[in-house]
């Protein structure tokens, strides 16, 4: 069965960093794209980061871009956003989705995980 799993989720302070985790399992990680999405209450699920098993060069929403950086780990099936400068429009729950192909929106991804609850404090 294809899961994904969240992990490294908290509660900070603005400027503090966060290490967000996605395991995938290995069938998982044969798909093209696993990105990291968020959502903050009464807000739409928004695209934060992805990145591509074919090794082209990750993509970032504007909003974080310089302060969020997504790496893979191929060995450990693992995907993770290290998150800098936390502000607390950063607010959110984080998911990630893996799909087939790369898009902005969410609908285009196959899997998800669970959610990590992201929370920054001013």
């Known amino acids: 069965q294809v899961q994904l799993v969240e992990s490294g989720g908290g509660l900070v302070q603005a400027g503090d960093s966060l290490r967000l985790s996605c395991a995938a399992s290995r069938h998982t990680f044969s798909v093209a794209v696993v990105a990291w999405f968020r959502q903050a209450p009464g807000k739409e699920r928004e695209f934060v980061a992805a990145?591509?098993?074919?090794?082209?060069?990750?993509r970032y929403a504007d909003s974080i871009k310089g302060r969020f950086t997504i790496s893979r780990d191929n060995a450990k099936s693992t995907v993770n956003l290290q998150m800098n400068n936390l502000k607390p429009e950063d607010t959110a729950v984080y998911y990630c989705?893996?799909?087939?192909?790369?898009?902005?929106?969410?609908?285009?991804?196959?899997?998800w995980g669970q959610g990590t609850q992201v929370t920054v404090s001013s």
């Open positions: 989705a893996a799909g087939r192909r790369f898009s902005f929106l969410g609908e285009a991804y196959d899997y």
């Open positions: 990145t591509f098993w074919s090794g082209v060069s990750p």
